[in-house]
């Protein structure tokens, strides 16, 4: 029955090396979201909520970089597969464009109109003001990060994860060491408490795009070349957005949709106590799926590689197996985390955030429904972001990922706590919700084959 994991040494060896330098990359980067909460946590729960409600706005625009890497790399994979270089350069430079011009319109509006969008995330007024100091600094930092994502993002679609992973180990030891002088006050540094934060994320993104700009004037196995890079042909233009735009939009929507979990988590009553339980929570499970995503990435490199060879005979048992592998993985880690939310974690890690006995029973109650979604969300997670959109069909895997958020989850959840006025865990009865219907879209379309397609052919 499950023959097709029977794949032979060479293959899980090579998606060991692609998926653990990913692996380090995405938990260096969750470790530098847990620091962050850490020591902003340290000043008080209003201070951490605050900066939770500020960070949607962050946690939006890296789901729209997100969505042009992953857009750029259903692309780059199969031409990476092809071995055509320039179109790859023409990939990263519409990348580029998009991603700056995004950035720059996002820090502008959180610097010029702080308030009013603070204000549509939380009526707590003990909240908005921290936000806004955090948000109108931090929203520049991703002028820069997003340059840098779609570089390291264009690497890892061509087998060179260990990039990535180099940029964002300096990016994590610079943050921790300015988060340390400016939020407490060291080395003789004022004691800045949250603009402190927000300063310390923005200088290590800076840290982030010197280091790239460096490597790519010394790299030699992939060189960019600005005649192709700036200038893109109409033809990969048209290409990028049909292949690429699906994506972004899909990472939009999905960032926004997740994003109004916490809005309204944020108009229920007792906000202040739910914000820190999940802003907490939320920490442990973004190192909890690490490993997930990095089979989904991995995945999607795959599969675009091995259609972009011409290798479509053997990409369906391949994905096959792949699911399975992240199904299984999201198993084992689930288990274990509704295991140390009943036992360790309230006892050693919840103090450590200075949480009300309150703000601790809705970080375990939250961290128990996480943890049985898990094998779910782990297949969900490769089948679409790995599978779906390595085989070059986004539009069907942005359906699936969306609706199910979109046209049942998100209006239950609504619905459930501030019509009702349930508590927490109805909101996460419509996150449960969401994960059934979108993983039986997924396995139905997954099983029609109608996923494997080559995008780098002429006319595709």
């Not at 997100?66 to 790399?73: I, R, T, V």
């Not at 890892?156 to 400016?182: D, Q």
């Amino acid at each position: 029955m499950f023959s097709y994991l029977n794949r032979g040494r060479a293959f899980y060896q090579n998606l060991l090396f692609l998926a653990l330098p990913i692996l380090f990359q995405n938990l260096i980067t969750t470790s530098l979201g847990m620091i962050d909460t850490f020591m902003v946590g340290s000043l008080g729960e209003a201070p951490l909520a605050a900066v939770a409600q500020a960070n949607i706005l962050v946690f939006i625009i890296q789901l729209i970089i997100f969505g042009l890497q992953s857009g750029s790399s259903v692309l780059i994979s199969q031409y990476w597969g092809k071995g055509d270089t320039d179109a790859i350069n023409r990939v990263m430079g519409v990348g580029f464009y998009l991603a700056g011009a995004i950035s720059a319109l996002f820090a502008a509006s959180l610097f010029f109109f702080p308030y009013q969008i603070i204000g549509l995330l939380t009526d707590n007024q003990e909240l908005i003001p921290l936000a806004v100091v955090y948000a109108r600094i931090v929203g520049f930092s991703y002028l820069f990060n997003s340059i840098t994502g779609v570089y390291t993002g264009a690497h890892r679609s061509m087998e060179n994860p260990k990039l990535g992973l180099c940029i964002y180990a300096a990016s994590m030891c610079t943050n921790t060491f300015l988060n340390w002088v400016l939020i407490f006050g060291n080395l003789g540094a004022p004691r800045l408490e949250v603009e402190g934060a927000a300063i310390a994320t923005l200088t290590s993104r800076i840290v982030e795009f010197i280091i790239m700009v460096v490597y790519a004037k010394c790299n030699r196995r992939f060189r960019l070349k600005p005649a192709v890079l700036f200038r893109p042909d109409r033809a990969l233009v048209q290409k990028f957005f049909r292949y690429a735009t699906p994506v972004v939009v899909n990472e939009m929507l999905w960032g926004l949709g997740t994003s109004m979990y916490k809005v309204i988590m944020g108009h229920m009553e007792g906000s202040t106590q739910i914000l820190a339980a999940r802003a907490i929570s939320g920490n442990i499970e973004d190192i909890c799926i690490v490993a997930v995503l990095a089979i989904a990435n991995t995945t999607a490199i795959i599969i675009g590689r091995e259609i972009g060879a011409g290798r479509r005979s053997t990409v369906y048992e391949l994905a096959a197996a792949l699911d399975t592998i992240s199904f299984l993985c999201g198993a084992v880690i689930g288990t274990l985390l509704v295991i140390s939310a009943h036992t360790w974690l309230p006892v050693v890690v919840y103090p450590l955030f200075h949480l009300t006995p309150v703000s601790s029973e809705i970080a375990t109650i939250i961290l128990t429904f996480i943890g049985c979604l898990m094998p779910l969300r782990s297949f969900d997670t490769t089948n679409t972001v790995g599978v779906l959109r390595g085989g070059g069909d986004i539009r069907v895997a942005a359906i699936i990922d969306v609706s199910a958020m979109w046209l049942v989850a998100i209006p239950l959840a609504a619905f459930f706590a501030l019509v009702l006025r349930w508590n927490i865990v109805w909101v996460y009865v419509a996150v449960t919700v969401e994960q059934l219907v979108k993983s039986t879209l997924g396995i139905l379309r997954f099983r029609s084959h109608a996923w494997i397609n080559d995008i780098t052919r002429a006319g595709a």
